[in-house]
């Protein structure tokens, strides 16, 4: 029996030790994905330019994951934006707002980016300086809910470990063994 509590108790520790690694590899995957974002293409070293805006539209379609008669009341709405710029002599067009194509936009976001650009001329966009053709309105567009996501898969396991490092440096006897005694 006593061999059986402690097979179930170095089981119980084991799982408990690879969920909390579990964790930190998530934690640092979902640090990761933002950096790895900055970092492809060089994003820091992109230049900011001045572009003329030719198209400024908002385009609305049914949102497929509703029902056809809320669709319509509620469709995904979409900003569609065309904009040309000069990059060393050359002109060059683009339609790009962000280059992290996993990213989804919602209808909100695409609402005030209409209102923001219908009426103006000029708008800023980054350009590759290594690839002229490759532009965006946004220079980082970054997931901050993949970063906290991190910081939160991040701080259980220190906080764990900490309570784990206090209660053997500290246990429940440590301030009774402090009072000393005289006979």
Known sequence: MK??????YFLTLTILFLFLVLQVVLSCYSFYKPLQRILENNRFL??????????????????????????????IQECKI????????????????GLNTKKEYDSKFHTELYGKLKEMNTVAVYVNPENPKQSSLLKYDLDLKDIGAGIALFIFPLLLGYWIYIGKKHPANYLADQIKTLS
């Open 3 to 8: 061999h059986l509590i402690k097979a179930l």
């Open 82 to 97: 065309k904009y040309a710029y000069e990059y060393k002599g050359k002109h060059y067009s683009n339609t790009q707002i």
């Open 46 to 75: 992109w230049e900011k330019r001045v572009a003329n805006i030719e198209l400024v539209e908002l385009d609305n379609r049914p949102n497929p994951d509703m029902p056809k008669e809320a669709s319509m009341v509620f469709p």
